[in-house]
């Protein structure tokens, strides 16, 4: 049976203890603290950045199957049924056109006078 060997500090040298961590007790009575601004339009404005990078990470993140049905699927089989009902002579280009027409990202430009 083989031991295994332990070094041990040289006799007459003190053995420190660990630190002791401060034990933290939990309130069940208090809440988290709610961090807040002096300029309410700067906090919406924050909350307004996070909130888009969070929706692009989690765009990005999703697998591929998820990823279209969240983002072309609704618009292309509207642009489908769409297709389905007018029968252009051709339609890829029908619906290309019809893509481009109702993007849901795009900018509407403002109506000219």
Same mark, same amino acid.
């Given at each position: 049976?083989?031991? +295994? ?29 709610? =961090? ?10 924050? @909350? &307004? ?8 990470? +989690?765009?990005?993140?999703? =697998?591929? &199957?998820?990823?279209? @049905? ?15 009902? @007018?029968?252009? +002579? +051709? ?12 993007? =849901?990202?795009?900018?509407?430009? =403002?109506?000219?006078?």
């Amino acid at each position: 049976m083989a031991v +295994d060997k332990v070094s041990l500090p040289p006799e007459g040298a003190s053995v420190a203890a660990p630190p002791q961590q401060p034990q933290q007790q939990a309130s069940p009575a208090t809440k988290p603290s709610t =961090p807040t601004f002096s300029n309410p339009q700067a906090a919406k404005t924050a @909350e &307004k950045v996070a909130m888009n990078l969070q929706a692009k990470l +989690d765009v990005a993140a999703m =697998p591929v &199957k998820q990823y279209l @049905e969240a983002t072309v699927v609704p618009t292309l089989m509207l642009g489908m049924q769409q297709l389905a009902r @007018e029968r252009p +002579d +051709d339609p890829v280009e029908y619906l290309a056109s019809y893509l481009l027409q109702h993007n =849901p990202k795009k900018k509407t430009a =403002p109506p000219a006078s």
